[in-house]
């Protein structure tokens, strides 16, 4: 390669690329790192179908086969960084207290909203009742939107920073829409949103107080996804799309990492996680690989795949092995009523890597086991968000757990997201008017024990 200086001056279109020519011909790239900015942490984006990599700029997407890509990091570095005792010391109680393990430069500020933190109790009651050892719940409705996807609305939030862009946009069932608009707004970044129609009030009313654009599509999630790809394209804004933004899921498994913490490494034998695009298992289970790659924790649970019988794409191309098919979204749990799942590579590679279980409930067991988790626990799911207890109960009745296993339960969104339909399942209060003889009769009619 001849090199002159002049020539790499005309050759940098712009800041960070040099391209080299060799006799008037592109020879090479040179790719620069500007100080302090580079991540350390990560080598490149690669490609879960055709093994490509990829330099992991804050704007990454997919492979140009097609594929998802997948952070790869260098574990030998990381485990100079962390420790268990440096993370204990840390006062952080964010997600971000994980920064080692995430994918964003040294520079990057922490987004303002506190994602992550959420409660890890333990449920003997309802261990009990299931014929289980030891039971947690992760309760993942308590971040500042009300569900999981705040993890992965940071995560975007961090990365359209450093990206420099001022606005990003998504398309999603409700939760990715809600915590992305809220994580922007805290960020003064602005927000374009699309969603179905049928996405519950809740999550819609969330939207608007976050001041988003949003787009109500009239058609079914696959139907919005495709408009929001094709805006996306038009304008250029920086794209939080489950499974083409390759950092969400990095974001995701930040659960895993927390529930590792909370149970102080102790690895639990199963945890049960409801499935959608599949972003989130694959996240929770990427996690759980990297704090086994960086020898703080010494093997690996088993994770059970809850998704709904009237769309269970995922679990059907696990149960049938042979690739997944389209299904229709038919089902009141509307987070995971995904027809075409966008993250189905990694979800399946994480199912299988983890010999999981997959579990399809109905409805009925859906609205069941939020009942239950809401008697039991004092915890209020929404109806995907409990999907996953549903799912290790019935797993539990059928015999596929052990009695003696330990497990952990992860509620991913909040049930006053969806009021219309805890109401339907939990039920009419006593109605009466103001008079104490009347409500004694009421007692009396319905049975209520008084003491
Ligand atoms: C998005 C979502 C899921 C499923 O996550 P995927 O990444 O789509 O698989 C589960 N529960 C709730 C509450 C969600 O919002
Ligand atoms: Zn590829």
């Known amino acids: 390669v001849h090199f002159f200086k002049q020539e790499m001056a005309a050759a940098t279109d712009y800041e960070g ?10 020879s090479a790239v040179l790719i620069l790192h500007e100080k302090g900015a580079a991540m350390k942490n990560v080598l490149y984006g690669k490609c879960v179908r055709c093994g490509r990599t990829y330099e992991a700029t804050p704007d990454l997407t997919t492979c140009e086969c097609g594929g998802i890509l997948d952070i790869t990091y260098d574990y030998d570095y990381i485990r100079t960084q962390l420790t268990k005792e440096k993370l204990a010391a840390r006062t952080d109680r964010s997600m971000w207290r994980y920064r080692e393990l995430l994918p964003i430069e040294e520079t990057t500020e922490n987004t303002p909203l506190r994602v992550g933190n959420s409660p890890l109790y333990e449920e003997p009651r309802l261990a009990e009742m299931l014929g289980l050892k ?24 961090a990365k359209a920073r450093e990206a420099g862009a001022k606005i990003i946009a998504c398309s999603s069932t409700g939760n990715a829409a809600s915590s992305l608009a809220g994580n922007a707004a805290a960020a003064g970044l602005r927000t374009f949103i699309f ?34 790809k094709k805006a996306i394209e038009k304008y250029g804004w920086y794209n939080r799309n489950a499974a083409i933004n390759p950092y969400l899921s990095e974001g995701k498994k930040t659960v895993s990492l927390e529930i590792m913490e909370q149970l102080g490494w102790q690895v639990p034998d199963y945890i049960a996680i409801s499935v959608g695009d599949g972003c989130t298992i694959a996240g929770l289970w990427k996690g759980l690989k990297d704090l086994y790659a960086i020898g703080f924790i010494d093997r690996l649970p088993r994770l059970i795949s809850a998704q709904a019988e009237g769309c269970h794409p995922i679990n059907r191309a696990i149960a049938e092995n042979r690739p997944w098919q389209p299904m229709e979204e038919n089902t009141l749990a509307d987070s995971i009523a995904v027809g075409v799942p966008r993250n189905a590579d990694k979800a399946l590679m994480a199912i299988r890597e983890c010999h999981g279980l997959f579990v399809n409930v109905s409805d009925e067991q859906i609205m069941a086991a939020q009942k239950l988790l809401g008697r039991t626990c004092g915890v209020f799911g929404e109806p995907a968000g409990v999907t996953g207890t549903a799912a290790l109960k019935k797993a539990c009745e059928q015999g596929l757990i052990p009695h003696d296993a330990t497990v952990v339960s992860v509620v ?14 939990a039920g009419e209060p006593i109605n009466i008017k103001p008079d104490l003889d009347l409500m004694v009769e009421e007692f009396a009619k319905r049975g209520v024990t008084v003491e």
């Not at 993942?140 to 992965?152: E, F, I, M, V």
């Not at 049930?415 to 399942?425: E, M, Q, R, T």
């Open 134 to 157: 030891r039971l947690y719940v992760k309760d993942d409705g308590q971040n500042p939107t009300a569900s999981l996807k705040d993890r992965a609305s940071a995560m975007a939030v």
């Open 195 to 228: 969603v179905p129609e049928r996405a519950p009030k809740g999550k819609v009313a969330q939207l608007m107080t976050f001041g988003a654009n949003v787009i109500s599509v009239q058609g079914d999630y696959e139907e919005t996804f495709e408009l929001s």
């Open 17 to 26: 690329k040099i391209y080299l020519e060799e006799k008037g011909k592109p």
């Open 412 to 425: 991913t969104g909040n049930g006053l997201k969806d009021v219309a339909n805890a109401i339907k399942s």
